[in-house]
């Protein structure tokens, strides 16, 4: 077809790429600003076009450039995190499918997609910063 040549072209010139950078810096500053304005713990934080939610907690991470700076704690993240795993389920249901506690983007995302996934974690957000501890689980 004539747009296999157009989007090969796009991937040999890096701009698909820089645009997927471009949207998931988008998605994780608005994430961010979400759960700052609702004072949730937590943040969001990615590398290229892979994301993460990190949240319940404050953020012992940050990201400099394109590389991820300080240390999660992997025994609590193995061990899990319950307001991770709320999250993803309260998204879930939402219509919103994280691979464990992030997920990627790719060209095929528009603003809106992001506008729709900001929204969500936002409300799930609020969900469970609201929720009596019982009433979550």
Same mark, same amino acid.
């Given at each position: 077809? #004539? =747009?296999?040549?157009? #989007?090969?072209?796009?991937?040999?010139?890096?701009?698909?790429?820089? $645009?997927?950078?471009? *949207?998931? $810096?988008? *998605?994780?500053?608005? &994430?961010?600003?979400?759960?700052?304005?609702?004072?949730?713990?937590?943040?969001?934080?990615?590398?290229?076009?892979? !994301? @993460? +939610?990190?949240?319940?907690?404050?953020?012992? +991470?940050?990201?400099?450039?394109?590389? +991820?700076?300080?240390? /999660?704690? #992997? /025994?609590?993240?193995?061990?899990?995190?319950?307001?991770?795993?709320?999250? $993803?389920?309260? /998204?879930?249901? %939402?219509? &919103?499918?994280? !691979? @464990?506690?992030?997920?990627?983007?790719?060209?095929? @995302?528009?603003?809106?997609?992001?506008? %729709? +996934?900001?929204? =969500?974690?936002? #409300?799930?957000?609020?969900?469970?910063?609201?929720?009596?501890?019982? =009433?979550?689980?």
């Amino acid at each position: 077809s #004539a =747009a296999t040549p157009a #989007a090969l072209d796009q991937l040999a010139d890096g701009s698909a790429q820089r $645009r997927v950078t471009q *949207l998931t $810096r988008q *998605l994780c500053t608005g &994430i961010n600003e979400a759960l700052q304005a609702l004072d949730v713990p937590g943040c969001a934080y990615h590398v290229a076009s892979l !994301f @993460h +939610i990190y949240i319940g907690e404050d953020c012992p +991470i940050w990201v400099e450039g394109d590389e +991820i700076k300080g240390e /999660l704690d #992997a /025994l609590k993240l193995k061990q899990g995190m319950p307001e991770q795993h709320r999250l $993803r389920l309260d /998204l879930y249901e %939402r219509g &919103i499918d994280l !691979f @464990h506690d992030g997920g990627m983007l790719s060209v095929a @995302h528009s603003d809106e997609d992001l506008e %729709r +996934i900001v929204s =969500a974690v936002a #409300a799930s957000a609020r969900k469970l910063r609201d929720a009596p501890r019982s =009433a979550v689980s």
